[in-house]
Every structure is written in structure tokens, then in C-alpha cells.
């Protein structure tokens, strides 16, 4: 079956960056899985995707502006330590957070550390850098109804809640 638009995709994922060094990956035995056609990959990664099948690799470069954009020097927020998602007991300057905004928890890297407020880049994480995607296809499945009206996909068999 190969992928287009309304599949739902499992693969194993690695992102390295320009150095090959690798950024992230999957577990082992947990893949990555998403709905085609539904921007819920990088809309480059979901091009570079579509009309693969399963069992095949591919490694997709992209540059930061169809990754996660420039990175913008002194772009920061200023944030309530108490919006932190489990924030460390010694939060420091370099330390990774989660912080809840209104589009959700976003990870970000603290700048900077007040008595009730932290200063964070509000890069993202990858900013600025080319990002190359390692892809193996594990399988290619039709969504199920719900995964469709949903727009997401709903784990490898699709049968999995996804309220977590
Ligand atoms: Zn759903």
C-alpha cells in the first residue's frame, strides 16, 4: 500500500543534525504514527512521505525554514515558574522545561531565573537547524472513521485512546 492521503503511517523515526549527531529517535517497539494528509507531521516530511510504501527507507533533509523556522535571536518569554509543567526543583540557565501555553505544553530552554518567573527562548528547540529525518516504513493501514473525523491517527491498530 503505498502512502497517501487518509493512511495511517508507522515508522521508525531518527532526526540528526547537521553534525549526524542524533537529536531523537523512537523507542523500540514504540513507532511513530500519524495520520497522511492531515498536517500532523511537518508539511515537508508529509510531502516527502507521500506515494512511499512499506519497508522502505528514506532519509529527507530539510532546511530550519521547512523545519522549525530561523532561529530568532532574543526571542523570550516570560513565564510564571508555576505554568511549568513538573518544573525541577534547581531550575538553571540551559535547563529544558515543558511550559502549558494556550496551544498546549511546549518544551523550551531556560535563559534566564527569577524568584517567580523564568525567561525562556522561545525558539523552538530545533530552531535554525537542518534537520535530517531517517524514515523506515513499518506499515501502511487505512484509517479507521474515527481516526478520520478526528483528523489523527489512534496508535498502530488504531484502536487506542488517545485522551493521555
Ligand atoms: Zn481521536
Redesign the pocket.
Known amino acids: 500500500m503505498k502512502i497517501e492521503a487518509g493512511q495511517v503511517v508507522v515508522m521508525d523515526y531518527s532526526v540528526l543534525d547537521a553534525a549526524g549527531e542524533v537529536l531523537e529517535h523512537n523507542a523500540p517497539g514504540e513507532p511513530m504514527v500519524y495520520l497522511h494528509g492531515h498536517r500532523n507531521i511537518l508539511p515537508a516530511l508529509e510531502a516527502a512521505l507521500g506515494g512511499k510504501a512499506e519497508g522502505e527507507q528514506l532519509s529527507v533533509t530539510l532546511t530550519p525554514e521547512q523545519a522549525y523556522g530561523p532561529y530568532q535571536e532574543g526571542a523570550v518569554d516570560r513565564v510564571p515558574i508555576k505554568y511549568l509543567v513538573k518544573p525541577p526543583k534547581r531550575i538553571q540557565p540551559g535547563s529544558l522545561v515543558r511550559v502549558n501555553t494556550k496551544d498546549g505544553a511546549r518544551d523550551a530552554v531556560v535563559v534566564k531565573v527569577g524568584r517567580f518567573n523564568v525567561d525562556l527562548d522561545s525558539n523552538h528547540p530545533y530552531a535554525g537547524k537542518t534537520l535530517t529525518f531517517e524514515l523506515e516504513i513499518q506499515a501502511v493501514r487505512a484509517a479507521t472513521a474515527?481516526?478520520l473525523s478526528?483528523g489523527?491517527s489512534?496508535g498502530v491498530a488504531g484502536s487506542e485512546s488517545?485522551h493521555d
Open positions: 474515527d481516526e478526528h489523527h489512534h488517545h
